[in-house]
């Protein structure tokens, strides 16, 4: 954890990324700041984890999919900043690139943001093969014993940077489980997007 561009990739990942996708109550300061990604339990079933392999392959995927766009987006506001907000998909801008994905475009699907090209379903296709295999020993498992040793300590080396970064003390297992962790100990983890933040250009 002592590349700072890899913790910054990381910080954003589990701190905004996953919170957008972890629904209302899943992933709250007392879950971000006291448990890594991979242990997280998801609060409608504690049988359950809270973000499946599939999920973080997703967020992988979007990011991949819509990080020149939303650059570009962003380069436009700063070079118009009398406007708030990015313009309208009509006129000159009907077909500008900042409205195109890698995998997707408007000119696919039925949604708003258009729908996904073969390549992008070979890509998330890919990048679940990639969690799984950056995790797991055997990815057939998917348990808590059969996680990657290298891979726990990677969680757990952020969380206590981001604690430290936050003025957190961690709370032992038995004081987190039973107050559901604290603001004072327990969630964040290591982002897949930070561990392949090569291959996406980082």
Same mark, same amino acid.
């Given at each position: ?38 242990? $997280?339990?998801?609060?409608? %079933?504690?049988? /359950? ?6 999920? =973080? *392959? &997703? ?80 990815? $057939?498992?998917?348990?808590? %014993?059969?996680? /990657? ?6 969680? =757990? *080396? &952020? ?44």
């Amino acid at each position: 954890m002592d590349d700072a561009m890899e913790y910054q990739v990381a910080k954003f990942y589990a701190l905004v990324l996953l919170t957008r996708v972890a629904g209302c109550d899943g992933w709250k300061d007392r879950q971000r700041f006291h448990t890594t990604i991979s242990r $997280a339990i998801a609060p409608y %079933d504690e049988t /359950k984890r809270l973000f499946h392999v599939s999920m =973080e *392959a &997703f967020v992988a995927y979007l990011w991949d999919n819509n990080y020149e766009r939303w650059t570009l987006q962003l380069k436009w506001l700063y070079e118009h900043p009398d406007h708030t907000h990015i313009p309208t998909r009509t006129g000159e801008y009907k077909n500008h690139i900042m409205f195109k994905g890698k995998y997707s475009s408007q000119n696919m699907g039925q949604s708003r943001f258009g729908g996904t090209s073969e390549a992008g379903i070979k890509r998330y296709n890919q990048l679940y093969q990639m969690v799984l295999d950056a995790k797991y020993k055997d990815p $057939a498992k998917m348990d808590d %014993d059969d996680l /990657k040793e290298d891979w726990v300590k990677w969680e =757990e *080396a &952020f969380l206590v940077k981001i604690r430290a970064e936050e003025g957190l003390q961690a709370d032992d297992d038995a004081n987190a489980n039973a107050n559901g962790g604290r603001r004072r100990g327990r969630n964040a983890a290591v982002p897949v997007v930070a561990a392949m933040g090569a291959d996406f250009g980082m």
